[in-house]
Nanobody, 120 residues
């Protein structure tokens, strides 16, 4: 199956920036849509950003204006650029790679996540 790996998380000061990467190996990456989600202890999982196979982007309300999602199909990678980070952005960031299967619904693959901690 498809192997999904996130990277780029770490500790950043409030107001700082960070770029996360999601790499998917094992299929034709160009056919997949990719979503970034985040989950913090005691909170429900929420959408951060999403990009379709055609490059159409969408952002969660809590990060609109502070995030940019992009993809480099030659590298099987989707990037999430985050700016003006605040402590509320602290969470485990998860990458979801998915596509529809004709006659059988969707198929999706999740990475293990990369931790982002925003603190002074």
């Amino acid at each position: 199956q498809v192997q999904v790996t996130e990277s780029g998380g770490g500790l950043v000061q409030p107001g700082g920036s960070l770029t996360l990467s999601c790499t998917a190996i094992g299929s034709d990456f160009r056919q997949y849509a990719v979503g970034w989600f985040r989950q913090a202890p005691g909170k429900r999982r929420e959408l951060v950003a999403h990009i379709t196979s055609g490059g159409i982007t969408n952002y969660g309300d809590s990060v609109t204006g502070r995030c940019t999602i992009s993809r480099d199909n030659a590298k099987n990678t989707v990037y999430l650029q985050m700016t003006n980070l605040n402590p509320e952005d602290t969470a485990n960031y998860l990458c979801n790679v998915w596509r529809p299967i004709i006659g059988a619904g969707d198929v999706e693959y999740w990475g293990q996540g990369t931790q982002v901690t925003v603190s002074s």
